[in-house]
T-cell receptor, first 114, second 116 residues
Framework: ETGVTQTPRHLVMGMTNKKSLKCEQH?????MYWYKQSAKKPLELMFV???????ENNSVPSRFSPECPNSSHLFLHLHTLQPEDSALYLC?????????????FGPGTRLTVL | AQSVTQPDIHITVSEGASLELRCNYSYGATPYLFWYVQSPGQGLQLLLKYFSGDTLVQGIKGFEAEFKRSQSSFNLRKPSVHWSDAAEYFCAVAGTLSGSARQLTFGSGTQLTVLP
């Protein structure tokens, strides 16, 4: 595998389910990001892990919980979601070793909440 | 706070015609600017980036962009569009977030349709 991979690519869940999204980067980067992409809205940064420090968007509901066990793996744990959480969830990574940390994106997980 | 405006929500061009997608940014310091492209059902692919130096930057797939500080613009251009260029295009500006992480602020995107 190369680049940034995300699993699953598609997920349908009920509002009472608990699920997790997984992201893995094979680029040797040291920062990873979760973005939410909703129809007709700009990409929204949800969480960042950089050198083991977590930075989060304070507007993200607590039903989204990130986990970054190491610099190559990133998870987004989902519980008791709402229909408005249906969106494309994109993972990205970057490296402080590159000039200005351009971010490389995975293909995304298309989430549908029923 | 940084922001990005892409004034055109949707642009339609004929195959072989030239293309210009507009991007205006607001940022207090020297901006780090990016253009990404997203095909349906896919993630974002980096087309090109500007950090400093030559204000005309070349990217992949025959795209180029010109940074104009006086106009706070970073427009994307291509001399001759191919049908495979149909996609959504996002302009982004990067600012320092924390440590090694950069916060990308994205525009709302421009959807490009290419007519045969």
């Amino acid at each position: 595998e190369t680049g940034v991979t995300q699993t699953p690519r598609h997920l349908v869940m009920g509002m009472t389910n608990k699920k997790s999204l997984k992201c893995e980067q094979h680029l040797g980067h040291n920062a990873m990001y979760w973005y939410k992409q909703s129809a007709k809205k700009p990409l929204e940064l949800m969480f960042v892990y950089s050198l083991e420090e977590r930075v989060e968007n304070n507007s993200v509901p607590s039903r989204f919980s990130p986990e970054c066990p190491n610099s190559s793996h990133l998870f987004l744990h989902l519980h008791t979601l709402q229909p408005e959480d249906s969106a494309l969830y994109l993972c990205a990574s970057s490296s402080s070793g590159t000039p200005y940390n351009e971010q490389f994106f995975g293909p995304g997980t298309r989430l549908t909440v029923l | 706070a940084q922001s990005v405006t892409q004034p055109d929500i949707h642009i339609t061009v004929s195959e072989g015609a030239s293309l210009e997608l507009r991007c205006n940014y607001s940022y207090g310091a020297t901006p780090y600017l990016f253009w990404y492209v997203q095909s349906p059902g896919q993630g974002l692919q980096l087309l090109l980036k500007y950090f400093s130096g030559d204000t005309l930057v070349q990217g992949i797939k025959g795209f180029e962009a010109e940074f104009k500080r006086s106009q706070s613009s970073f427009n994307l251009r291509k001399p001759s569009v191919h049908w495979s260029d149909a996609a959504e295009y996002f302009c982004a500006v990067a600012g320092t977030l924390s440590g090694s992480a950069r916060q990308l602020t994205f525009g709302s995107g421009t959807q490009l349709t290419v007519l045969p």
